[in-house]
């Protein structure tokens, strides 16, 4: 069955470094999204991807933030100058938009640890 | 503003129990619901969603949601709790459309599942 898939699992990095987080969504899925979970907190929404641009943000989705489908499989989060408060759990999702069901499927997550 | 709320943060049930976690949405359209959920260390994997039409709607492992547009309220249950059953359980909205929309999360819930 088709999965998303995220690496690293775990980064570790120093406040202020820059970090680049990455996904592969599912094949023939034309929608990618990046969440991100702080640790007892609510899964949030940060940014929607679609047709080679942003479709939509979050207001924490700042200056710091920037996504990039840069091949026809990879899609990447990076972070510019990490923050302690930026240690969470990212999501990557895909999804084929309404036509293809409605559903985002997940990545396992990648936990970013800040220093 | 569309927001999404699960009430219990922690339940604990007894295997072989039944089980209803409650979600209640606010949204000004016809919402998109779906519960997912997540095991310890996993992804969010989809359990149901409701899109239109029947408003009881089965999902896998034996889960089902009831869609109760008087109430705002996209309730989940299952009639016999087993121990793999344990893990956080979230409700969202999703504010779907031609650009893929997001996802709206709640608190989560987690279930705890005694022998």
């Known amino acids: 069955e088709p999965e998303v898939t995220q690496t690293p699992s775990h980064q570790v990095t120093q406040m202020g470094q820059e970090v680049i987080l990455r996904c592969v969504p599912i094949?023939?899925?034309?929608?990618f999204y990046w969440y991100r979970q702080i640790l007892g907190q609510k899964v949030e929404f940060l940014v929607s991807?679609?047709?080679?641009?942003?479709?939509?943000k979050s207001e924490i989705f700042d200056d710091q933030f920037s996504v990039e489908r840069p091949d026809g499989s990879n899609f990447t989060l990076k972070i510019r100058s990490t923050k302690l408060e930026d240690s969470a759990m990212y999501f990557c999702a895909s999804s084929g938009g309404l036509a293809g069901g409605g559903e985002q499927f997940f990545g396992p997550g990648t936990r970013l640890t800040v220093l | 503003a569309q927001s999404v709320t699960q009430p219990d943060i922690h339940i604990t049930v007894s295997e072989g129990a039944s089980l209803e976690l409650r979600c209640n949405y606010s949204y000004g359209a016809t919402p998109y619901l779906f519960w997912y959920v997540q095991s310890p260390g996993q992804g969010l994997q989809l359990l149901l969603k409701y899109f239109s039409g029947d408003t009881l709607v089965q999902g896998i492992k034996g889960f089902e949601a009831e869609f109760k547009r008087s109430q705002s309220s996209f309730n989940l249950r299952k009639p016999s709790v087993h121990w793999s059953d344990a893990a956080e359980y979230f409700c969202a909205v999703g504010a779907l459309g031609n650009q893929g929309g997001k996802l709206i999360f709640g608190q989560g819930t987690e279930l705890s599942v005694k022998p």
């Open positions: 094949s023939n899925h034309l929608y």
């Open positions: 991807f679609y047709n080679n641009e942003i479709s939509e």
